[in-house]
């Protein structure tokens, strides 16, 4: 079945470093992979998100790339910033009508 | 323009009451997916509707928990004689297409249940 593991959290780093943020899955057939954020106090959010084995998803200054070789689709901002501080869910979809398979969330904590 | 809309946004039950969830998916999206998150979890599926078909429920835990979507638009979540294993926020997602792995799904706010 799928799965997707992500790195044991939760993350504090101090305001403009660099985050790095692992995610790994595994999947039949071949998965659209996307990251989504949650906000304290808000729904879940499309963060980025990429459909094919190279291509890379972009926004709000965060990135992944579609690693189908070493099944990866790690999150990485080379700034961060306060705002940014929330739980970061990577997730897959793979065949048809198929629902998302979440990853268990990592949390994130930006200080000043 | 308006996202996905749930109510209520917290519900208290005693065990054994049944309860009753909404969603209001965006306006013209055909894809209809209610999540389970337990506390310091991820998401999990529990079923999907494309317009008023029901074309998945196999992450509904028990027959306690059954969903419909009579007219395409507004579903409901129902749990029947709630449990305390129950206790969780309810989300609910939909998407502007047919269920294609690259078709974004926009969650709602979710329900917060808390089973006593």
């Known amino acids: 079945g799928n799965s997707v593991t992500q790195m044991e959290g939760p993350v504090t780093l101090s305001e403009e470093a660099f985050l790095t943020i692992n995610c790994t899955y595994t999947?039949?057939?071949?998965?659209?992979l996307f990251w989504y954020v949650q906000y304290p106090g808000e729904g879940l959010q499309l963060l980025l998100k990429?459909?094919?084995?190279?291509d890379k998803g972009s926004n709000k200054g965060f990135e992944a790339t579609y690693r189908k070789e070493t099944t990866s689709f790690h999150l990485e901002k080379g700034s961060v910033q306060v705002s940014d501080s929330a739980v970061y869910f990577c997730?897959?979809?793979?065949?048809?009508?198929?629902?998302?398979?979440f990853g268990k969330g990592i949390t994130l904590s930006v200080r000043p | 323009g308006a996202g996905v809309s749930q109510s209520p946004r917290y519900k208290v039950a005693k065990r054994g009451q049944d309860v009753a969830l909404r969603c209001d998916p965006i306006?013209?999206?055909?894809?209809l997916f209610w999540y389970q998150q337990a506390l310091g979890q991820g998401p999990e599926f529990l079923t999907y509707?494309?317009?008023?078909?029901?074309?998945?429920k196999s992450g509904l835990p028990s027959d306690r928990f059954f969903a419909e979507r009579p007219e395409g638009s507004v579903s409901t979540l129902k749990i029947q004689r709630t449990q305390q294993e129950d206790s969780a926020v309810y989300l609910c997602?939909?998407?502007f297409g047919s269920g294609e792995t690259w078709d974004t799904q926009y969650f709602g706010p979710g329900t917060r249940l808390t089973v006593l």
């Open positions: 990429a459909t094919k084995a190279d």
């Open positions: 306006s013209g999206h055909v894809s």
């Open positions: 509707f494309q317009n008023e078909a029901q074309l998945d």
């Open positions: 997730a897959l979809r793979s065949g048809a009508n198929s629902k998302l398979t």
């Open positions: 997602a939909s998407s």
């Open positions: 999947a039949t057939g071949y998965p659209s």
